[in-house]
């Protein structure tokens, strides 16, 4: 039983990361109707940024890690302006393959600029496990688990109580009549791919201290939050977060139980779930099922 | 036959007659890189009647690739312990040429069947999912060692199923004379021109099969397809049959590219066929130009030598404007991968066409003159 349970909770501290850019991913879908799949490597690139500040120019882990977070705004919004906005209301194609051209940039300029060999990212929790009642539960996995529950309480609370909040969601919903009311839609979703790429960031700086900071970071994990995006309902921020909590969960008790697929067919699950959700219910535990108009 | 079907096969011809003429024009290192060029160009032949042709886009045709390289692979394998399948192991089962076609099916039946659940999956969802098996598809392969050969990979550089130049040593005075592959009359005597004629002729068959297949009505189904499912479906065009068959039609190409990459290389392992290769065949069409034919050479020698020769030459590529965080590491394997990235992006922004869409602009400029 105890073991059970140090499986839920380091479950949820890995689902948490997967919520985080699952997350990123749902709120560029739902204001632009696109999958962004250089999520995953904007947010290693910025960890990289953050690293760097520590590592060569002596910054201590917060003011790198608020840097990093501004630092991940001004690049999202810039890639959005510079080459999403121009593709966008053309082809979906063009859009993904726009998306992929930035995946291949991001990742080769990270190698090129930090090289590949693997390296350690401090984590500002320490590594040690509190007992409770005969669970050792990981200081550093509450951490995670803190942070994400603590940016997805304050987006929230962004998206609901401002007015560049109330704008978003305005033009996500309805460009045009936001248009016409004066809303600047194309700064609206600039804005949304920055508040992504800082959730993106973020998932990043909270993944490598665990997983080692590599430019192939976060490509299982990108799959890992697709899933979680997809099984939540890929325009539910709500069921990006719990979507993401039951992945990681369910990935690490799976791990543990079913040896059959143990470490090395995790990929594959996670995969098997994005099938299984897409064929069976494509709108996931918390979408809203579409209706096309023909 | 119209005049404009007779000039191009003419020019068809053409072009045969000088894929055949150029290893004797050229350095066995050359023909080498060539055949690569052919492989690719098989693929993307594929891959562009899937997306180009039919819009289905496709993030993860490496990992048909993966299928048809490992079944030539394990088909050729003489490994030891030998692989071993349902409790039959594998030893020199099958000469290289004769698994190139099985590799083939094998593929194109993975594809059609993929086809299935893809069909309730559109745009967005589809690049996802087949995205999503290009980065399963390795783990799957390590997991299941006794019959892939798991991360080490299978070696048939040494199997007697493997067509080469045979190398004789005469016993008494050491010397050693080479005896050249002969096919149909044809003597060749280095690897690198066999593999070049192997993989060039069966990238034309390719084409012209492609040319073939896409000149009537079944292609003009397929574009209907792409271009509005309802439209299409209106007038008649099943979408399911269609679909799948697009599917399975693309993934034998990708096979038959697999498996001739597994005999250019000798070798395979997971890392043979990375997310990076789909991806990079994506981008091989986007540059050809989605839909086009011919011009998807030009996508095959880019991704050809944008991977072999730009890494070597990081430095000449490395902008001064690039923020110096660290330090550059200039033999860092992130060079080509910037620059197709760019580039992907800009043929995106400047030139959706790819070259097709720039030589029908020209084309169109020539003829508005006259």
Known sequence: MAQFLQQVVSGLATGSIFAALALALVLIHRATGVINFAQGEMAMFTTYVAWALMEHHGWSYWPAFVATLMIAFVLGVGIQRVAIQPVTGTSVLAVVIVTIGLLLTFNGLAALTWGAEPQAFESPFPNATWDIGGVAVGQRDVGTLAVVIALVLLLWAFFQFTKIGLALRASALNPDASRLVGVRVGWMLAIGWGLAAVLGAVAGMLAAPSFLLAPTLMQALLIYAFAAAVLGGIDSPFGAVVGGLLLGVGLNLIETYVDFVGADLKLPVALLIILVVLLVRPAGIFGKPVTRRV | ?370
């Open chain 2, 1 to 370: 036959m119209r005049r404009a079907e007779l000039t191009r096969i003419a020019l068809f011809a053409l072009a045969v007659a000088a894929v055949f003429l150029l290893p004797f024009a050229i350095s066995d290192f050359r023909a080498q890189q060539l055949s690569y060029v052919g492989i690719y160009l098989i693929a993307l032949l594929g891959l562009n009647l899937l997306t180009g042709i039919t819009g289905q886009i496709s993030l993860g045709h490496g990992a048909f690739m993966l299928i048809g390289g490992y079944t030539t692979a394990i088909l050729m394998s003489n490994q030891d312990p030998p692989l071993e399948l349902l409790g039959h192991q594998f030893t020199n089962d099958v000469r290289d040429i004769w698994t190139i076609p099985i590799a083939g099916l094998v593929a194109g039946l993975a594809g059609f069947l993929f086809g299935f659940p893809a069909l309730r999956l559109t745009g967005l969802y589809l690049a996802l999912a087949t995205f999503a098996v290009a980065v399963a598809a390795p783990a799957v392969v390590k997991k299941y060692q006794g019959f892939t050969g798991g991360g080490v990979g299978i070696n048939i550089f040494e199997v007697e199923t493997r067509t080469r130049p045979k190398e004789v040593t005469d016993p008494v005075t050491f010397e050693t004379t080479r005896e050249p592959i002969n096919i149909v009359g044809l003597e060749i005597d280095t690897f690198n021109d066999w593999l070049y004629y192997l993989s060039w002729t069966i990238a034309l068959v390719l084409f012209a099969v492609a040319w073939l297949l896409l000149r009537g009505r079944f292609g003009r189904s397929l574009r209907a397809v792409r271009d509005s499912e309802l439209a299409a479906a209106s007038s008649g065009i099943n979408l399911a049959t269609y679909k799948t068959l697009a599917f399975g039609i693309s993934a034998f190409y990708a096979g038959v590219a697999g498996s001739l990459l597994a005999i250019a290389t000798t070798f395979v392992n997971p890392d043979t066929f990375p997310i990076a290769l789909s991806i990079f065949l994506l981008v091989g069409v986007v540059v050809g130009g989605l839909g086009s034919l011919w011009p998807l050479v030009f996508g095959a020698v880019f991704i050809h030598f944008m991977q072999i020769e730009w890494a070597q030459r990081t430095e000449a590529i490395v902008p001064d404007f690039i923020p110096v965080l660290g330090d550059i590491d200039t033999d860092a394997p992130g060079a080509p991968a910037v620059a197709f990235g760019v580039i992907l992006i800009l043929i995106m922004l400047i030139a959706p066409g790819g070259v097709a869409g720039l030589v029908r602009r020209l084309r169109a400029l020539a003829t508005r003159r006259g």
